[in-house]
């Protein structure tokens, strides 16, 4: 069964470095999302991305985030200058439309430490 | 703003048992609503999805009800299995051409043997 893969599982990284988290979406769906889970909160959404580009974005997703699709397969998260504030487990999700009705597939998440 | 709460948040039950999970939100304009299970260490993984007009729909052991006027949702788990211990998420879609989901904060269920 076709399933949603993140890479790395665990990246530490200190306070003020740049770190990139890829995902590979399910290979024919058009619509990817990245969310993020703090530990112990809810999920929360950061970003929708189709096309080439951001459809939606939170309050969360500001300038230091940034999204990618730089090949067929890869969508990545980029954060540009880490914060403590940053840790917590990023999901990286895919859906073939766009609309809620479509089931969004989860990755298994990228747990981002910054120390 | 749009919210999602969720109760309890934890429960432990011996496995055989049933439980039920609740869901209240203030999403407007609704659209839909997805059970969520999510393991510990994964993404989570959808389970039911109602619309408005819907008020019960079943994936196995799993029955989700709706009532769109009261804005309340719960999941029954029929016949816990320890495979069953992971935390329900409920998210609600609201309409108008936003597809930003609400997440609630999940209920923590711990099947014992």
């Known amino acids: 069964e076709p399933e949603v893969t993140q890479t790395p599982s665990h990246q530490v990284t200190q306070m003020g470095q740049e770190v990139i988290l890829r995902c590979v979406p399910i290979s024919n769906h058009l619509y990817f999302y990245w969310y993020r889970q703090i530990l112990g909160q809810k999920v929360e959404f950061l970003v929708s991305?189709?096309?080439?580009?951001?459809?939606?974005k939170s309050e969360i997703f500001d300038d230091q985030f940034s999204v990618e699709r730089p090949d067929g397969s890869n969508f990545t998260l980029k954060i540009r200058s880490t914060k403590l504030e940053d840790s917590a487990m990023y999901f990286c999700?895919?859906?073939?439309?766009?609309?809620?009705?479509?089931?969004?597939?989860f990755g298994p998440g990228t747990r981002l430490t910054v120390l | 703003k749009n919210q999602v709460e969720q109760s309890p948040q934890s429960l432990i039950i011996l496995e055989g048992k049933n439980c039920t999970l609740q869901c209240n939100y203030t999403v407007s304009p609704f659209s839909n609503l997805r059970w969520y299970k999510q393991d510990t260490g994964r993404g989570p993984v959808s389970l039911t999805i109602?619309?408005?007009?819907?008020n019960t729909k079943s994936n196995g052991r799993y029955t989700a009800t709706l009532d769109a006027d009261t804005k309340q949702s719960s999941l029954h788990i029929t016949a816990s299995q320890l495979s069953d211990s992971a935390s329900y998420i409920c998210?609600?879609?609201?309409?108008?051409?936003?597809?930003?989901?609400?997440f609630g904060r999940g209920t923590s269920l711990i099947v014992h043997p």
């Open positions: 109602m619309t408005f007009s819907e």
């Open positions: 998210v609600v879609s609201a309409g108008g051409g936003s597809y930003i989901p609400t």
């Open positions: 991305f189709y096309n080439n580009e951001i459809s939606e």
């Open positions: 999700a895919s859906s073939a439309g766009i609309n809620s009705y479509n089931e969004q597939f």
